[in-house]
């Protein structure tokens, strides 16, 4: 899984691949099966693709909804469908829950992705993500 965070963080230049980093968040997704996900799709017992979601509590739904990072696919797979299999097992692990939204943010210069959640029913919205780093 390290292998493509490494992919997808060289495509969202908001985010700088860091091996330790990067293990310790896969850590703690794994740490809380409840309320954290990682779905992985393998091809000859390598994991050639992943999709993370966490479940957050919305005052705007209030109730349940999912945030969705990390969809990657190792490039020699992409354009197998296994990307869509990825989001549609997040989709039904977050129903599961309860969730009456997912959500995601994209690096507005991947069009590729942009174009893929498209296809998949995903609309735009007026939302623009802002952040501050507390550390």
């Known amino acids: 899984m390290i292998k493509l965070l490494r992919i997808l963080f060289s495509i ?8 330790e980093t990067q293990q310790r968040g896969l850590e703690m997704m794994l740490d809380d099966c409840t309320n954290r996900c ?10 050639v693709g992943m999709c993370t979601a966490q479940i957050l509590v919305s005052t705007a739904e209030g109730g349940i909804v999912a945030l969705v990072e990390d969809l990657v696919v190792e490039d ?9 299999e990825l989001l549609l097992a997040i989709e039904g692990w977050a129903i599961a ?7 995601l943010l994209a690096d507005q210069n ?18 623009i ?4 780093l507390t550390m």
Do not use: H
């Open 12 to 19: 969202e230049t908001d985010f700088a691949f860091n091996e």
């Open 38 to 47: 990682i779905m992985v799709a393998e091809l000859n017992q390598q994991i």
């Open 76 to 84: 020699a797979c992409r354009g197998e469908g296994i990307g869509k």
């Open 97 to 103: 829950r309860g969730a009456s939204r997912l959500q």
């Open 110 to 127: 991947n069009t590729r992705a942009l174009e893929f959640y498209k296809k998949m029913d995903w609309k735009v919205t007026e939302l």
């Open 129 to 132: 993500c802002l952040r501050a």
